[in-house]
């Protein structure tokens, strides 16, 4: 959050709008690489969970030929298309055209250090090494603090610098994570293997899965575009405020869930369903319940916030944070779903499924925009469709594992949103009778965390939820005593 603060300020709303938009032409390219982690993922997990050591180390080295073969691609793609779109169709000033050629150059390279940084990221994560995935991703937060500093004392043009710094960022990581893996993990030893039946296997898979991360593109950086074409930089550079201030959320359940996803993997590939079904249940409410807590006092609070957080307060901003939050919460129920499906290897109905529906937001959104509507009806699009996600989601995970679906919807849903909104009541009727300001804010936040725990734990869990929970805690209390 800070770093975000500086970089706007140091940067501007107009060249941190150009560095959003540009940046997001090459997540859009990058499309491919989101849907081969998944399947890389999958597939090192499911061979951990046999303990068939052997065939790890096969997949693994597939994995890498076809990351390597993904950065040819990227790159042939990114200096040909997507060079011609940002110079033709992105409405950037002419005086900063140079500038934001250059910030793209660097991050089709931070994207090739993604792709290549895949399997070990995969491979940590299936070894379920919780606490190197935390201290690498600390390390990150370092890195960008650093550039938060060199941005400041540096004379030449600052979002070229933003670009080169942000791209030796992204080379560091996937050095780090390549390092730890080839030290702890004999299994982790790449030397060139192609076998025709799990390239078929990975490309299958895959395929479908790239059908579901263009929809996510359509969702996220088409959008991120079709605002742009629309509005111009200035609404980008709100846009892209909310998504850091939602990331920083957003990592909170979804670091929570690396750590859940490869279990939940492993039991389906053990058999055990019964496990499975209920680490589904058990995650997706913690998740909900954690976004609501950290979330809750900035939704109420979003414009003392963030004009305290920023020092300035760019239009749509507020409506936007609080959008996307929702959005966030309600996906955030969706993951272990996805991760199950993904499990069985079978996800061709759910990727053609909720990536159509999902895909949708883009040309929606584009008719609304047309006809004249405000860029906050992109939001209330993908809210809506997010909704309509989760219960497709959850029918093909019925279909699929056997997932029951009225325990889930009763269990999960009703008692998350019942959560919600319970929560919220006193809160939002103390911010609506005192006046802006720091006492104002804190008894709004107070307020929000003393509901989020209490109305989590007496009405979002069941009798047998709440006891399990409680003895942890006295057991925790005995042991710090």
Request: contains cysteine; proline residues 3%; glycine residues 6%.
């Amino acid at each position: 959050l800070y770093t975000s603060r500086i970089i706007l300020k140091t940067l501007g709303i107009s060249d941190f709008g150009i560095f959003n938009v540009v940046g997001g032409v090459v997540m859009m390219m990058n499309v491919v690489n989101s849907a081969m982690s998944v399947s890389t993922q999958r597939y090192l997990t499911f061979e951990l969970g046999k303990k068939d050591y052997v065939q790890f180390t096969k997949t693994f080295s597939m994995c890498m030929n076809i990351f390597f073969l993904l950065c040819v691609l990227i790159l042939v793609l990114g200096e040909t298309v997507g060079l011609w779109f940002v110079n033709t169709y992105l409405i950037i000033p002419q005086e900063r055209m140079e500038a934001a050629n250059w910030v793209y150059q660097f991050s089709l390279l931070s994207c090739m250090c993604t792709l290549l940084s895949n399997p070990y990221n995969a491979t940590i994560i299936s070894h379920e090494r919780m606490n190197v995935y935390a201290y690498i991703g600390i390390t990150e937060v370092f890195l960008k603090l650093a550039i938060v500093y060199v941005l400041q004392i540096i004379q030449i043009d600052r979002l070229t610098t933003y670009g080169v710094l942000t791209f030796i960022s992204s080379l560091t990581i996937t050095l780090i994570y390549r390092w730890y893996c080839v030290k702890h993990f004999a299994e982790v030893r790449y030397s060139f293997y192609w076998n025709r039946q799990l390239f078929k296997q990975l490309a299958s898979y895959s395929g479908w899965n790239l059908f579901g991360s263009l929809s996510g593109v359509a969702k996220g950086q088409g959008l991120n575009i079709l605002i742009n074409i629309f509005f111009g930089p200035s609404v980008n550079a709100a846009r892209g405020i909310a998504y850091q201030v939602n990331g920083v959320i957003q990592s909170f359940f979804s670091n929570f869930y690396t750590a859940v996803r490869p279990q939940i993997t492993k039991y389906y590939a053990q058999g055990n369903k019964e496990d499975m079904f209920k680490l589904i249940f058990n995650s997706s409410k913690m998740a909900f319940f954690l976004i609501l807590f950290i979330s809750l006092p900035l939704v109420i609070e979003t414009p003392f916030i963030i004009q305290l957080w920023l020092g300035q307060m760019p239009e749509y901003v507020v409506p936007f944070v609080r959008l996307v939050i929702v959005i966030t919460a309600i996906d955030s129920m969706s993951t272990p779903l996805m991760t199950a499906i993904h499990a069985t290897g079978n996800n061709r109905l759910y990727q053609f499924s909720v990536g159509l529906i999902m895909i949708m937001t883009l040309p929606i959104s584009y008719i609304f925009l047309k006809s004249g509507y405000s860029p906050l009806s992109v939001f209330v699009i993908s809210l809506v469709l997010s909704m309509i996600s989760l219960f497709v989601r959850l029918g093909i995970a019925h279909r699929q594992i056997g997932l029951p679906f009225m325990e889930y919807t009763k269990h999960v849903v009703f008692r998350s949103f019942l959560v919600a909104s319970l929560a919220f009541i006193i809160p939002a009727w103390l911010h609506c009778i005192m006046q802006p300001g720091w006492i104002a804010t804190v008894s709004v936040c107070s307020m929000c965390v003393v509901n989020s725990l209490c109305f989590a734990f007496f009405a979002g869990l069941s009798l047998s939820e709440q006891q399990v929970l409680a003895n942890l805690l006295k057991n925790k209390l005995k042991i710090n005593k």
